[in-house]
């Protein structure tokens, strides 16, 4: 059984979204709240199963919303997401399209980045490991927030074409110092929000990046399952693990860790000022 809290939370939030309740909003309600038919008598078993879930669910989802990265990727191994939808979560036939084009991001990243664009209101974004639609869409959703955010991608091969409005760089980013110098980042107008997509040099680049974050900026370190050793080693030995903070909302919106950045939407948080 869910205690009173929980149902409390829940119950004020289906208010907030003018009644109508999602379908985790509903089974949170439903709990305990009849009594079981024959037939669901018999899915007792399974429902339990998903009482236990929603309780583990919760008790990451309810604490803070920034947690420090060192603590964050030490206590929080696990995924609500199963191997098999998070293989299936980029497409199956076909990948996910954005105006007849492939598009690499999960169903789950597709919904999540309008909504940290809106709520942070970058007036930078760089991808790292950027197509010719990636750098389209990160564009077009910037354009639907109101903003005027600069848009970079960087990538080993240069685009057949270059989206309106946005700027290319081609280049290895082995070597991000010399793409993303200390000059360019520091005149990047702010926030800034960076995505590593490019799946290279990823230790290098959390502390390049990292370090040139200001309070509030932003680092999303996409497909990073199989990145949690390399995330876990960098956080432990850098000058900076006090001001690295995963954003939680992002991270568990569909359950704990079913974004393609495992414990890594990163915020730059600098405590003392
Ligand atoms: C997963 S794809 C990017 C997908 C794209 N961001 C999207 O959402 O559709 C990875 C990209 O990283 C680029 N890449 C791989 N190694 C790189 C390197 N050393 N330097 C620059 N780009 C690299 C590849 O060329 C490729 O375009």
Redesign the pocket.
Known sequence: MLNGNVKKYYADKVINQNGVATFFDSFVLNQGTHDKTAREESLSLRENNMVQRVKETLDINMGERYVNLKDRIADTLKSDMDMYDRICSQGTLNCIQWKGK????SAQDFVLYPMLIWELRPNSII?????A??LE?LTNLAKVSELNSKIVG????LPNYIPAESEFIQ????KIETLLTVDYLRNLPRPLLV?E?????VSQLLEWICNHMRDGDYLVV??SLSKQGTISHWIQHTTMSSTIYVDTYYTDFFGVNTSTAVNSVLKKINKAG
């Open positions: 492939p598009l690499l991001k991808e790292l490991g950027s197509t639609t990636s869409w960087v990538d080993l091969h280049g290895d980013i082995e995505i997509d490019a799946h290279t040099n996409e497909d």
